[in-house]
């Protein structure tokens, strides 16, 4: 009986914290940190949904618990079998394994409660972003498959940039346009002395399926004043990459660099 009162209770109390917080992350703009914007209302929807399951949970306790004990009742046992009966009783309540499920329940909804309620939320990080690679998978994010190239570049974003330098544009053509940009500082994997990425993630659903992109930035020495995950805005034009290394033909050369405070919508879409 008390096994299957923890898994429903657990259950309802998991499902209570998890439709909690994303009201809250709703309700304070910060639902985006986790699931693109334009899923928003899916997600307050199912959030919705439960709460009235929770509601029912608890205005409708089970009965099936209840019902067996009665017919547990009705049912004599054997006299011969009443000593053996009862020996496992013993046995069975002389071993811990209701405690430890207790335990673990308790521990795995105080887990998801400091998650997802006490901890305060977090943006992807650099670490994340050198685990998935920066702009290797452009074609997932441009998913309509638009050339850029020859495109006005006025209002190109972090993610327009990085489409637009995947689709190896011509350097000579390209050499001095004027580019601004802001995101957070990403060592480069194959030129960390020299070049390092203003970086966003893209987030096509949900934070799992986040991609990094970002504009290579062409500045020696940069590891003495910047450090990974800074949030800095760069102003400057792009030019011919000059370590020739790496898979970065052009790179921006700023002329501004400035550090600023992380946006409240971190992510690009």
Known sequence: MR???IARWQ?????????VATVWLALTGQLGLYINPDTSWFAILM???????????FAFPPLDDEHVSEADAASPVPHGKLHEHEHE????????????RTALA????????????????????????????INSDTSAINQGGTTLVGADTSSFTV????????????VDAYTGTPVTASGFVLASAEDSENVFFITRF????????????????YLPGWQDDYEADQWVEA??????????????????????LERIEEPSDPYVY
């Open 47 to 57: 959030a919705s949904i439960g709460a009235v399951f929770v509601v029912a949970a």
């Open 11 to 19: 259950g309802v109390v998991l499902a209570l914290v998890g439709i």
């Open 159 to 170: 993610k327009d940039w990085a489409v637009l330098l995947r689709q190896n544009p011509d």
């Open 235 to 256: 102003s400057g034009a792009l030019a011919a990459n000059p370590a020739q290394t790496g898979t970065d033909p052009l790179v921006l050369v700023p002329e501004e």
């Open 202 to 217: 893209v987030v096509t659903h949900c934070a799992i399926d986040a991609q990094p992109v970002g504009v290579p930035v």
């Open 106 to 133: 308790a521990m795995i909804v105080v887990g998801a409660t400091l998650a997802l309620l006490v901890l305060p939320p977090a943006t992807l990080t650099s670490a994340v972003a050198a685990q998935r690679s």
């Open 3 to 5: 096994r299957r009162l």
């Open 89 to 100: 009783h013993e046995h069975a309540s002389s071993t811990p394994p209701g405690k430890i």
